[in-house]
């Protein structure tokens, strides 16, 4: 299997395993501000990688950092996604959305990272929970690896504190 660095989205060795995934290169930070909340966090690209760090806080009932991006995987014939990450020993979810909206129902699925060592993570379509501002909903219908327009990470789950994770490869399997 050939694998090609996503066109200007993962110019940070960030790789796709099939063609092109028309990606854009603009992460977006959202964070529990958007409810009153006060954790912070930023992202970053390393000259490996991408670098997901900041500070959780459970003050005015928040508790939530991610960051998301767009991108388009019509056409791939994907059937896994594969994470290479280094974390901080924390629980991160996946997110992945089927639409353009920026606030709306997203497929997750959590994974524990080991303290400051490099693990690859497979996931497959019935994996992921279709959820809404961290609720489960009632109809699951599987997710279509094909049909993902973001993607993105969050940290939730009260884990208070600083949190890092680094992603050095996302990768859409056929």
């Given amino acids: 299997m050939t694998t ?25 930070v959202i964070n ?50 594969t994470l290479r990450v280094k974390g901080d020993g924390q629980t991160y979810q996946l997110r992945l959305r089927t639409t353009d909206y920026l606030d709306g129902a997203a497929y997750t699925h959590s994974f524990k990272t080991v303290k400051n060592e490099w693990v690859n993570i497979n996931f497959i379509p019935s994996d992921f929970t279709l959820t809404f501002r961290g609720r489960v909903l009632d109809q699951q219908p599987t997710i279509d690896f094909n049909d993902i327009k973001q993607l993105g990470f969050m ?5 208070e504190g600083k949190f890092k994770l680094e992603v050095s490869k996302i990768q859409f399997r056929p």
């Avoid at 940290?155 to 884990?159: N, S």
């Fill in 155 to 159: 940290i939730a789950g009260k884990q």
């Fill in 4 to 28: 090609k660095q996503l066109s200007s989205l993962f110019v940070f060795n960030l790789v796709l395993a099939t063609s092109e995934a028309n990606a854009n290169q603009q992460w977006y």
């Fill in 32 to 81: 529990d501000s958007v409810m009153g909340g006060v954790s912070n966090s930023q992202v970053t690209k390393t000259q490996d990688s991408l670098l997901f760090t900041g500070n959780v806080s459970l003050a005015n009932n928040g508790g939530f950092a991610s960051i998301r991006t767009e991108i388009d995987t019509q056409s791939q014939n994907t059937k896994g996604i």
